[in-house]
């Protein structure tokens, strides 16, 4: 049977790729009008759709999707909050892009919280980094073409879930995490959740209102980027691993947010190349210089994908987002060239070990010499 391009995105994983028509369609009907294929029928299918929620029984109220029709509800960020996308028998997101707003279900069927409404921004002039990356044409070229690289896909982070790209682990050149009021954190001896850690379901009030404003604040959103040795191995060369958590903690407290996942491991060097450079920095090179003597840039990533990623859940236009990062070359390059993710407000990334004068948070040598050497030569803010 002919496979017609469905009206909703669709997941790789789910749903083959339509094959071009090689001849007549079986049972074509000439009287019946043209198909028009809708536009998101051939973007990229970002994420896949929600395994069925891990977090508990909830019960059914009046309201509740029937079976056959899922939403995100266990990350509904309000009982009050309108939910409209539901999915089709492949678990598809029915949502249309237009109606899309950051947080808001969109066309991956996943849900990031995201408050009030929104409108385009007019272009920015003369933004951006100039070094064209960041057209969103290409950047939605570049989405597509990553699609076909993607072996696992997306995931959103629930109670019990750690940073994972969903059931399938990581996957993907862009990962998402999405986080609900009842994200898990790690806990322990440098633990962040311990203290004011996140209160699951009945904690913080999802949309922070601020006092002088009746309306929402942006959501927090993180860029991260992957470091196996920091997040995996807990290493104390970098802080990497501990400003995962805590970005996922801070979204906890404060209403949700959106976690991009981007595989760019070692500043975009690739693992073993960073490894390499850990036993340059051993012999006395800083960071910066360690990459530069194995012949790489200082810093080889791009952010282009994650502004792909950022506009595709509808966290474009005027309301913005608040950005978790030191780095103003990523808030710069986040943004895009004509301002596509307006970034409202940066929130510093301050190490937990200077928070608490070292009685949290990683403290060696190592990363002493790594915070310095980002303030130092990458003009890192380390401030709040
Ligand atoms: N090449 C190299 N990469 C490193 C090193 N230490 C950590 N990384 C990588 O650096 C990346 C994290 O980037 P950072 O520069 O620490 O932080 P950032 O993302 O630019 O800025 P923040 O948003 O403030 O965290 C991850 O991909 C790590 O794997 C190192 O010594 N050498």
Known sequence: MHDLPLPFPTSPILAPKPQP???????????????????????????RPLPPARVGPRPRSASSPKP???????LSPSPSTPRTTTRNRRGCSTGSRTSK????????????????????????EGGGDGDGSHDPRRLRGEVEAREGEQSGGWGRVGAGDRWAGGEEGWGGKGELGLVPENVAVRTGEDGIAEEDGPQPLEGPKQHEISP????PKPPLVRIHSECYTGETAWSARCDCGEQLDEAARLMSLHGG??????????RGIGLSEKLKAYNLQDLGSDTVEANLLLRHPADARSYGLATAILLDLGCGGDQGIRLLTNN???????EGPNREVIVRERVAMIPLAWKH???RGIHSKEIEQYLSTKIGKMGHMIND
Request: hydrophobic content about 25%; charged content about 20%; overall charge positive.
């Open 328 to 334: 103003p070359h990523k808030v710069r390059a986040v």
């Open 257 to 266: 947010g959106v976690i991009v996942y981007l595989r760019q491991e070692g």
């Open 212 to 215: 002088d404003e009746d309306r």
């Open 357 to 359: 004068g070292g009685k």
């Open 68 to 74: 056959g029709t899922t939403n995100a509800a266990s």
């Open 21 to 47: 028509s090689t001849g007549p369609v079986p049972n074509w009907d000439p009287t019946a009008p043209p198909h028009q294929p809708s536009r998101r029928a051939h973007l990229p299918a970002f994420t």
């Open 101 to 124: 707003r950051c947080g808001s279900q969109g066309a991956s069927g996943h849900r990031v919280w995201q408050p009030g409404s929104q409108s385009q921004s007019g272009p920015r």
